[in-house]
Nanobody
């Protein structure tokens, strides 16, 4: 069983910074893409950023230049450094990983439990 455990959410003032972490644990063979999604009240979940096992990064336009995704493959951990936060960044942030549990199984998506990020003065 694969688990994704997130940490680092909280309350921050506009212009502030937060760093989210997500560590994968359990039994698995390989992880390809890892990323972060968010869901604000009344809105659909959206992709924020993702990074492949080879280090290729992708960001939604609204966070480009402010957020940085990184990954430590040895620790099966993905990070999201969020700078210059805005009230519109307020949402529950979910970690996502595309995981192959054994060499002969297909990759499938796993999700973390979510961590609240609130940007408010």
């Amino acid at each position: 069983q694969v688990q994704l455990v997130e940490s680092g959410g909280g309350l921050v003032q506009p212009g502030g910074s937060l760093r989210l972490s997500c560590a994968a644990s359990g039994s698995f063979f390989s992880i390809s893409t890892m990323g972060w999604y968010r869901q604000a009240p009344g809105k659909q979940r959206e992709l924020v950023a993702q990074v492949t096992s080879g280090g290729i990064r992708n960001y939604v336009d609204s966070v480009k230049g402010r957020f940085t995704i990184s990954r430590d493959n040895a620790k099966s951990t993905v990070y999201l450094q969020m700078d210059s936060l805005k009230p519109e960044d307020t949402a529950i942030y979910y970690c996502n990983a595309n995981v192959q549990t054994t060499w002969y199984t297909s990759y499938r998506d796993y999700w973390g439990q979510g961590t609240q990020v609130t940007v408010s003065s």
